[in-house]
T-cell receptor, first 116, second 116 residues
Framework: AQKVTQAQTEISVVEKEDVTLDCVYETRDTTYYLFWYKQPPSGELVFLIRRNSFDEQNEISGRYSWNFQKSTSSFNFTITASQVVDSAVYFCALKGPNFGNEKLTFGTGTRLTIIP | GAVVSQHPSWVICKSGTSVKIECRSLDFQATTMFWYRQFPKQSLMLMATSNEGSKATYEQGVEKDKFLINHASLTLSTLTVTSAHPEDSSFYIC????????????FGPGTRLTVT
C-alpha cells in the first residue's frame, strides 16, 4: 500500500524567510513518481514538480527547490525568500508505475501562511 | 496545453435532487479520468477511476449508485450525484490522464457543490 505523510499541518513564517515542507512516503514499488501541488484559496491544484524514483537529483526552480532522498523516503520542498503569494496548501503525492497502479495518493497537506 | 475544464464551477442544489458535473480534456485525449472529493481543510480522496468506454472503478466506501460516473468519450467524463444530501457538499475535482503521456495527470479547477 502507498502512503504519504506530511507531518506539518500548518506553518507560518514571516515574509522573506525560507521554509521547508516535509514529505515522507511509503511504497513497495521500485518505480514510482512523486509530485508536489499547490492549492491556493481558489481551490485549483497547481502542479509544481514531478520526480521519478530513478532520478535523485535535486531540482531548483527559481525560489523553489526539492530534495529527494530515497534512503529516507523523503521528498522535501523548500521555498526560499518566501512571499505572501506563496500562502496556500501544499500537497505531496505519490503514484506507482505507469501501468497497473495509476492512483495518486495524496498527503494530508501543509497549510503555509506567509505573514507580511 | 493539457487543459482540463470542469462545469459548473459551483452549484447549489436542494436535498434529494441530482446534479451532474462535467470534466473535459480540452486539448488532449484522456483514456482515463479520475474523480476526487475534498472536504474543507482535508486532503483529496480518490472516489473513482473511469476509463473511456468501460465502467468506472470505485474506491472502497464510495457508493457507485449514488455517484454515477460516465466516460463516454476520450474528452468527457461526467459525475452525477444522485439524491444529494447535505453531507455530499464538497469540492469535487477531476483529473485526466493523457493517453500519450501516461505518467501525468492534469487536474480540473474543481466544482464546489453545496446541498441545502
Amino acid at each position: 500500500a502507498q502512503k504519504v505523510t506530511q507531518a506539518q499541518t500548518e506553518i507560518s513564517v514571516v515574509e522573506k524567510e525560507d521554509v521547508t515542507l516535509d514529505c515522507v512516503y511509503e511504497t513497495r514499488d521500485t518505480t514510482y513518481y512523486l509530485f508536489w501541488y499547490k492549492q491556493p484559496p481558489s481551490g485549483e491544484l497547481v502542479f509544481l514538480i514531478r520526480r521519478n524514483s530513478f532520478d535523485e537529483q535535486n531540482e531548483i526552480s527559481g525560489r523553489y527547490s526539492w530534495n529527494f532522498q530515497k534512503s529516507t523516503s523523503s521528498f522535501n520542498f523548500t521555498i526560499t525568500a518566501s512571499q505572501v503569494v506563496d500562502s496556500a496548501v501544499y500537497f505531496c503525492a505519490l503514484k506507482g508505475p505507469n501501468f497497473g497502479n495509476e492512483k495518486l495518493t495524496f498527503g494530508t497537506g501543509t497549510r503555509l501562511t506567509i505573514i507580511p | 496545453g493539457a487543459v482540463v475544464s470542469q462545469h459548473p464551477s459551483w452549484v447549489i442544489c436542494k436535498s434529494g435532487t441530482s446534479v451532474k458535473i462535467e470534466c473535459r480534456s480540452l486539448d488532449f485525449q484522456a483514456t482515463t479520468m479520475f474523480w476526487y472529493r475534498q472536504f474543507p481543510k482535508q486532503s483529496l480522496m480518490l472516489m473513482a477511476t473511469s476509463n473511456e468506454g468501460s465502467k468506472a472503478t470505485y474506491e472502497q466506501g464510495v457508493e457507485k449508485d449514488k455517484f454515477l460516473i460516465n466516460h463516454a468519450s476520450l474528452t468527457l467524463s461526467t459525475l452525477t450525484v444522485t439524491s444529494a444530501h447535505p453531507e455530499d457538499s464538497s469540492f469535487y475535482i477531476c483529473s485526466a490522464r493523457d493517453r500519450k503521456i501516461t505518467y501525468e495527470q492534469y487536474f480540473g479547477p474543481g466544482t464546489r457543490l453545496t446541498v441545502t
